[in-house]
């Protein structure tokens, strides 16, 4: 009965005349298939010896519907969605064989027969269900791969749009003669960046969508600083915890750390030849919350800078995400105060 179980299975294909018994054994033990078809078929086998033995202990009257769709409903495991159309014939034959084994009793045969025809449609009733649903899983299935594939390349070509909308503004600000006017282009430019990563990397998961902080953190970082004009006289670590941010929230975090991290590299080590500049990440599952923070030992936040159009957008982005931003200084009475941005975002 195994043999014929597994055979409803589908496992293993088309056999290869070339491949050795053993070998066919060995693979197949270590296929996860076949211990999950395996527990089936033995849930089959178990299921059917109770309902003999149901059969043997009970008159034929009695109802033996409940053991044979248990079998049928045991078709889910099995990987091949044509399970149920063979284990019906298969529950079929056991009420016919428990019909004789059954005690019998002073009701008329023919109602005994009508008992277990009724059994029988049901049994089959419940293999057209079972059937038509793992047929509709299969193609639900089916249209949830293509849709990621299709979801990949859009993020891919998205990702890919976005740098050479980051590199038009760059070369706009190169071509700007008003600062202002230059840095808000810059700023513009390194947001774009961030999201523009984020969506190539949102190409590389699965369907959950969910991106790993720590890689795509430091992936953010490399690019802010390898693009710094002295980036070997800026001394970068990097900090952060493994956790699986929802693709919104890697978005909107990609752009904040983005703006403090170049703001920081644009105007805390003015004059000064070698710096620090560190960058920290963590998910305080306690709290429900993550925390950024961008701290450098350079020359401090100037009490004049009220705002601009990168600390605006951060405050904003920030309010908008429900979340707090504070600064201070990390030395107050030394000579390079250095900076502490720190920034707090609810999970969500």
Not at 159 to 179: E, H, I, M, P, Y
Request: with cysteine; net charge neutral; aromatic share 8%.
């Amino acid at each position: 009965m195994f043999v014929l179980l597994g055979q409803i299975a589908g496992l293993g294909g088309p056999r290869d005349p070339g491949n050795q018994p053993l070998s066919r054994l060995i693979g197949s033990f270590a296929d996860p298939t076949f211990w999950k078809t395996f527990s089936a078929s033995a849930a089959v086998v178990l299921i059917a010896a109770a309902a003999l033995l149901f059969d043997t202990m009970t008159s034929r009257v009695v109802s033996v519907d409940f053991f044979y769709v248990a079998i049928l409903l045991v078709a889910f495991w099995y990987p091949s969605p044509k399970a149920p159309l063979i284990l019906a014939p298969l529950a079929s034959i056991l009420i016919i064989v428990g019909l004789w084994l059954a005690i019998p009793d002073n009701v008329p045969m023919w109602e005994n027969w009508l008992n277990r025809l009724s059994a029988i449609a049901t049994v089959w009733l419940t293999a057209l269900f079972v059937w038509y649903i793992r047929l509709l899983g299969q193609k639900l299935a089916l249209q949830i791969a293509i849709s990621e594939a299709l979801s990949r390349e859009v993020r891919h070509r998205v990702g890919n749009s976005l740098q050479l909308v980051a590199s038009f503004l760059r070369l706009r600000a190169a071509n700007t003669k008003d600062a202002k006017s230059r840095d808000i282009l810059k700023a513009a430019a390194a947001q774009v960046v961030a999201i523009g990563k984020l969506q190539r990397m949102l190409s590389h998961t699965g369907s959950t969508g969910l991106v790993n902080s720590e890689s795509f953190i430091k992936a953010l970082v490399d690019d802010l600083c390898g693009s710094a004009p002295e980036r070997d006289a800026i001394h970068v670590t990097v900090e952060a915890d493994a956790a699986e941010l929802p693709s919104t929230t890697a978005v909107v975090l990609g752009a904040l750390m983005s703006e403090l991290i170049n703001n920081a590299l644009k105007h805390a080590f003015r004059g000064i030849e070698r710096g620090t500049l560190a960058v920290r990440f963590s998910d305080q599952q306690n709290l429900a919350q993550y925390v950024v923070e961008v701290e450098d030992d350079g020359v401090g936040l100037s009490p004049s800078v009220k705002g601009g159009y990168g600390l605006d957008t951060v405050t904003e982005l920030t309010r908008l995400m429900g979340g707090t931003i504070t600064h201070e200084a990390v030395h107050p009475s030394g000579a390079r105060p250095g900076t502490r941005w720190r920034l707090v975002v609810p999970h969500g």
